[in-house]
């Protein structure tokens, strides 16, 4: 499994912005379908967005047109742009990913039975 690591949570205020990084010391992300997902206090985990290996995303209906999930050139880490944050996106975030096809094509959220490698969290927490 990829090890997968995730940074750039931190507190913010309602209206804020973060990007959380997520990497994998030592691996290429190219060959992976990947996703972030979240999981606030006492709530079950839940997808946010997800990218094929070709550029198709999917996002969750409540935080479309706030975040953006991208890649960079190198294929070495994976991003989330949260802009316009809310204090009902307080969670700790999730990257996550699993080997796919390069035919595959992401056009709804994540589910989280269908990843395989997951990293520690980070924490994102937005006050009012």
């Known amino acids: 499994q990829l090890p997968l690591v995730e940074s750039g949570g931190g507190s913010v205020q309602t209206g804020g912005t973060l990007r959380l990084s997520c990497t994998a010391s030592g691996y290429s992300l190219n060959d992976y379908c990947l996703a972030w997902f979240r999981q606030g206090s006492g709530k079950e985990r839940e997808g946010v967005v997800q990218?094929?290996?070709?550029?198709?995303?999917g996002y969750a209906d409540y935080i479309r047109g706030r975040f953006v999930i991208s890649r960079d050139s190198a294929k070495t880490t994976l991003y989330l742009q949260m802009n316009a944050l809310k204090p009902e996106d307080t969670a700790t975030y999730y990257c996550a990913a699993r080997p796919c096809n390069i035919i595959t094509r992401m056009r709804r959220p994540p589910e989280v039975r269908k990843y395989n490698a997951w990293g520690q969290g980070t924490q994102v927490t937005v006050s009012s």
């Open positions: 990218a094929d290996r070709t550029g198709g995303t």
